[in-house]
């Protein structure tokens, strides 16, 4: 199947631990994504990478730090994990730059 | 920062009945797209409109984008329980570093 995927779904960690999501497209796209959903569902962008480039990079504390082994490949790796971190995080990828995102099916963190 | 409202935030409706639902900002944007997320999963592109006053239609569901390409809206004719989900607008921004901006979001349940 064509799509992007995420891995783990749920994520239930205590707060100090170290964890990572992540995540797949083999829709040959450029971009990918990394977006935080609240619990009010509000969706904010938190990185985007272009061909293994970082070209955004949001207002995100710095224990949040993303890699792009390849351009189908962008993994979100979060330090000293703390209650607030908990959210949906979702990945995307888009064709090129400005191009309709498609999403992964997201990854549950709740941080006790 | 560029916002996009929604409203309502949440709509209970039954089968059958029409609903609009309003994406508004008072930034310009060169395009706006429309998405459905369902619960357990990202959110799904419904359409892209990039001229003001562009009317696009999707089986029952009429996007219009505004002239000054600031705002735009989502009616359903005839909702049915499948259209359940959260609706959800995005605009993309005129800007160098070009990213796409959520709105707040709206909550639709069709009831039969």
């Known amino acids: 199947d064509t799509a992007v995927s995420q891995t783990p779904k749920y994520l239930v960690t205590q707060m100090g631990n170290d964890k990572s999501i992540k995540c797949e497209q083999n829709l040959g796209h450029d971009t990918m994504y990394w977006y935080k959903q609240d619990s009010k569902k509000f969706l904010k962008i938190m990185f985007s990478y272009n061909n293994k480039e970082l070209i955004i990079n949001e207002t995100v504390p710095n224990r949040f730090s993303p890699k792009s082994p390849d351009k189908a490949h962008l993994n979100l790796h979060i330090n000293s994990l703390e209650l607030g971190d908990s959210a949906v995080y979702f990945c995307?990828?888009?064709?090129?730059?400005?191009?309709?995102?498609?999403f992964g099916n997201g990854t549950r963190l709740t941080v006790t | 920062t560029q916002l996009l409202e929604q409203s309502p935030q949440f709509l209970s409706i039954q089968e059958g009945e029409n609903l609009t639902v309003y994406c508004n900002s008072s930034s310009v944007f060169s395009s706006l797209q429309w998405y459905r997320q369902e619960p357990g999963e990202g959110p799904v592109l419904l359409v892209t409109?990039?001229?003001?006053?562009e009317v696009k239609k999707l089986k029952r569901l009429t996007f219009q984008f505004g002239d000054a390409r600031k705002d735009s809206s989502l009616h359903i004719t005839a909702a049915q329980p499948g259209d359940t989900g959260l609706y959800l607008c995005?605009?993309?921004?005129?800007?160098?570093?070009?990213?796409?901006?959520f709105g707040t979001g709206t909550r639709l349940q069709v009831t039969l």
């Open positions: 995005a605009g993309l921004n005129t800007g160098t570093a070009s990213k796409l901006t």
């Open positions: 995307a990828s888009s064709s090129r730059q400005n191009s309709p995102l498609h």
């Open positions: 409109v990039v001229t003001g006053g």
